[in-house]
């Protein structure tokens, strides 16, 4: 498991990684310094989003049959929202 602690060191939440079935059955939790250690690790979490109007619209272009636009946006959604996501993940390695 992945512990997230908030600023007092108590724990928020908690994430459970599946282990591979072959090999050094690591998992994500297993590149994080273990609780036994009695060091905090960092993890950085982004969420990213091009916003919830795109949802709206791409909603009416399918009510409204437009088929072609309606995949023609939401493609370019999400391509912007991989975009955004590459670009502040660059950041934060930088």
Known sequence: DLIILDEDGNERTRFTFPRQRRGRR???ADFFRP???GQTD???L???TVG???GEETAKLFEANS???YLE???LSVQLAEALAEYW???VRA
């Open 52 to 54: 919830s109007r795109i």
């Open 89 to 91: 993940h660059a950041r």
């Open 35 to 37: 609780e036994e250690s």
């Open 46 to 48: 982004q969420v990213v």
């Open 26 to 28: 690591l998992c994500l």
């Open 73 to 75: 946006l939401h493609g």
């Open 42 to 44: 960092v993890v950085g």
């Open 67 to 69: 088929y072609r636009d």
